[in-house]
């Protein structure tokens, strides 16, 4: 059940056996039911989820009280409020399972046990971080430099088959338009 996140922490760093034993021994795997949050606002996020199967949406609620979608979540990847996560402080994202899903969870003593004891410890922390980053500065890019039909299409690059996997709502939150506004896109992108 962690080889899918074994052969993800093995893509980013170097480690042997045993490290990777003593590591997933500080984890455990959780199946979570479609419509579960993982996460909410309000609590200080002390877990980091490591997606084997399943998709999770990730929203922030505005100071109007209006929902919106800023992230998905597919399988082997590694999700979570990850900037109150090390900060230590209230989170302000709800991550909420869209399908059941199957997770892995690093609880922060995993995490911190990894800092101190893996030999690419801060290495594959570092490179997570970067993967966190350049995808929120391309998503804050795509939402100022394209067109609503370059994000898109650029969501379903990015997000296989998002179209089956989430309600058109949802994707259409993500991209910043409306559900007509989407449907309108989705018969342009038929058309090309």
């Known amino acids: 059940m962690f080889d899918s996140m074994h052969a993800a922490i093995r893509s980013m760093i170097q480690i042997d056996v ?12 959780r199946m979570v039911e479609k419509k579960t949050f993982l996460s909410k606002p309000g609590v200080i996020p002390n877990e980091i989820f490591f997606i084997v199967e399943g998709l999770v949406r990730v929203t922030i609620i505005d100071v109007k009280g209006v929902e919106h979608t800023i992230h998905f979540a597919l399988e082997n990847q590694f999700i979570a409020d990850y900037s109150c996560f090390i900060q230590k402080t209230v989170g302000l994202y709800t991550l909420e399972c869209l399908e059941d899903c199957e997770v892995i969870v690093l609880p922060r003593q995993a995490i ?4 101190q004891n893996l030999k690419e410890g801060d290495k594959l922390g570092r ?9 929120q500065d391309e998503r804050i890019q795509n939402l ?18 998002i179209s089956e996997r ?19 896109l989705k018969r342009d992108a038929l058309k090309s």
């Open 166 to 184: 989430a309600p058109q709502h949802m994707i259409a939150s993500y991209l910043g338009i409306t559900s007509i506004h989407l449907s309108r």
């Open 127 to 135: 490179r997570i971080a970067e993967y966190y980053f350049i995808y």
């Open 18 to 29: 045993d490290e990777l034993r003593k590591f997933s021994n500080l984890c455990h795997h």
């Open 144 to 161: 100022y430099s394209r067109t609503p039909y370059e994000r898109y299409r650029e969501i379903n690059r990015v997000f296989p088959k």
């Open 112 to 115: 911190e046990w990894g800092y």
